[in-house]
């Protein structure tokens, strides 16, 4: 610093601002253009006259001239906040140029912060920022740190986008709604006065007269349920992604039922509906009497209890009833699932039955790739069903179709990852080895699973199974 101010004293010019009057001895600054320097020059306006002023300033008193209105942007911050960046500038040069310097102390309190004691001599500390070639530049720069004007719109790889779009619902709490998704329920779904919000629930939806789920929402209100589809990115304005299928009159519920294993529920509601859900104004014969009913999957044991629960306690119609049974049609489904299993024993059982959001099945020389299906675990195989999920319908005129299977003796190493599950095969007869990988909706479900296979799987080979906590050579994204 000392060098750099030494080499300057012999090349000192001075500009003086316009509409100023010009005095002797009233200094101005000059950032220096060389980025190895980071000095300021104080310039005497005696150089720009042909008299030589009585005396010179001091290194001291030139390195401590400072224009405090430069230095002191941040305590102005809550009044300039509406200045773009440019303007702001602007402003501060204006500013400087017409105010009278005073001697000041700087003194960092941190690696960003400067504190300004006026009236205090001493010396100026090196700057944290990179050397810049003017001081319109210098100021820019100054502005973007402490974020005056327009938002910066270059942000770090590591962290969150500005007001992230990710969406949170909750499994515990039924009404608690990210206050955007409320708004847009009382805006744009809600149809009749003084409708207040009881349940919201997140969930995969089938109807059906549908071929395959929907990502979608639940809703109850004091007077109406609705079906939401989600069609977009589920991120800021709801009214984009999140549209309305659907409404019936609570007064047309009639049964709320888990689906097997706690995987979701069951809604039935009364047979007049099917006419508008299948947008006909005359109802087949043949369905005259058949209630309408939907699934909404859950795919996770803990929630769909919390979901049951919380049902019990709401002031529902005299109509409807909450049921803890499961439905004996979807229970012999799988029994007969089992029962046709190649690997089947005596005495055999159903230890779960989970669906997943999606798998990879490395199967012999090919892979199969199966959006949300079902897994069932006995106690003697593992089985894989095709994605048709019709046959957990009341009354439905479908059977669970096995896409494939693998005896547990054959099953040799877990491989659990959060909500990543791998099955590693290797049967040693047939020669062949195989890789399961599916991705369940919580950490819970996979695990789930895990403890359903353990126990048959530790029985029959009295060992512990191997339990491998990484990510599977085929993550699933």
Known sequence: MDGSATSLEDSRESTPSTGTVMKKYESDIEILSNPSQSSIEV??????????????????????????????????????????????????????ENKHKTPTKLTRKNSNDLEIQPGSLGSIKESPFTPVSNLTSMLGGLLSSIKIGAKNSTLKLDEPEYLSTDIQYSFTNFTSVDHRIK????????????????????????LQNQLVPFAGCLVLSTSKIYILKIVGVEGEDPSRWLHKEISWTMDRVRIFAPLPFKQGIMIELENTLTNRLNNSSVADHDNVNNNLHLLCILQDFQWTSNLMFYLTDLPLPTSCEVEFAIGENSTA???????????????????????????????????????????????????????????????????????TEQSISNLIEVISDGCTLGLSFLDEVAGIEELWTFKFVSTDASNAVINAIQPPWEELFSVPLQITTKTPADIIT
């Open 333 to 403: 489904l799988m029994h007969q699932l089992m029962t046709d299993s190649e690997y089947r024993r005596d005495n055999d059982a159903v230890r779960i039955f989970a669906i997943f959001s999606f798998a990879s099945l490395d199967i012999g020389e090919r892979t199969v790739q199966v959006n949300m299906a079902g897994l069932l675990v006995t106690t003697s195989s593992i089985i894989v069903t095709e994605d048709k999920l019709h046959w957990m319908l009341p009354e439905a005129n479908e059977e669970p179709i096995k896409l």
């Open 43 to 96: 310039l005497d306006d005696g150089t720009k006259s042909s008299t030589t002023p009585n005396r010179k300033r001091s290194s001291e008193e030139r390195r401590i001239a400072i224009a405090p209105s430069l230095l002191t942007i941040p305590d102005a911050t809550p009044v300039m906040a509406g200045l773009t960046e440019s303007s702001m500038t602007d402003s501060v040069c204006t500013t400087y």
């Open 183 to 206: 708004l847009h329920l009382i805006l744009n779904v809600f149809e009749l006065e003084n409708e207040e919000l009881v349940l919201f629930l997140r969930s995969e939806i089938l």
